[in-house]
Nanobody
Framework: EVQLVESGGGLVQPGGSLRLSCAASGFTFGNYIMSWVRQAPGKGLEWVSNIDSFGNTHYAEAVKGRFTISRSNAKNTLYLQMDSLKPEDTAVYHC?????????RGQGTQVTVSS
């Protein structure tokens, strides 16, 4: 059974940083493209970034240059370093399998950017 558990969210001021983690189990993590997706209040799911097994990355335009996705296949863990955070980044962030994040997702971690 695929299990994905996110952590690292919280309340941060605009311009601040957070690092999200996603612990994966129940599948061969290193073989999968992994994504971060987010859902803001009252909005649909938005793809944020993905990374393949070799470390090649892609980002949504809204976060390019501010967010950095990475992974440790040895630790079965996915990361998202978020810098220069903006109020519009406020959302529940989920890790998910697959290049567009439409595979199984974790329960998410809340990120709130507010002064």
């Amino acid at each position: 059974e695929v299990q994905l558990v996110e952590s690292g969210g919280g309340l941060v001021q605009p311009g601040g940083s957070l690092r999200l983690s996603c612990a994966a189990s129940g599948f061969t993590f290193g073989n999968y493209i992994m994504s971060w997706v987010r859902q803001a209040p009252g909005k649909g799911l938005e793809w944020v970034s993905n990374i393949d097994s070799f470390g090649n990355t892609h980002y949504a335009e809204a976060v390019k240059g501010r967010f950095t996705i990475s992974r440790s296949n040895a630790k079965n863990t996915l990361y998202l370093q978020m810098d220069s955070l903006k109020p519009e980044d406020t959302a529940v962030y989920h890790c998910a399998t697959g290049p567009t994040g439409l595979g199984p997702r974790g329960q998410g971690t809340q990120v709130t950017v507010s002064s």
